[in-house]
């Protein structure tokens, strides 16, 4: 008669889990990929991927760029002169002959 062998403990993963984000197997990704992409759009949630076990990639949201204004957008950028109409010393093209 067969012996029965012992139940086997499942190993615990090796990586700390973060904290908030979802753990999805590669095959589960590769299964609901753009299912997962329009969540993490509405509900700005985290995937992490994993293969075997151990994560690979990480789903995030893109932060949106802050929309640079046109009035404003060159303030600091020009330099400051104490005689803005003094002429300035040197020669130009349009003074040579």
Known sequence: MAEKSPARKRAKPSVAREA???YVAAADFKAT???LMDKVKTTGGE???TKHG???AKL???AAPKKSRLWGS???SLLKYDRPFD???GEYDIERE
């Open 20 to 22: 908030g984000a979802k």
């Open 74 to 76: 060159m303030k600091g």
């Open 47 to 49: 995937y992490v991927i």
């Open 54 to 56: 151990k994560p690979v």
């Open 33 to 35: 990929c753009l299912e």
């Open 87 to 89: 002429p300035i010393d």
């Open 60 to 62: 995030v949201p893109v």
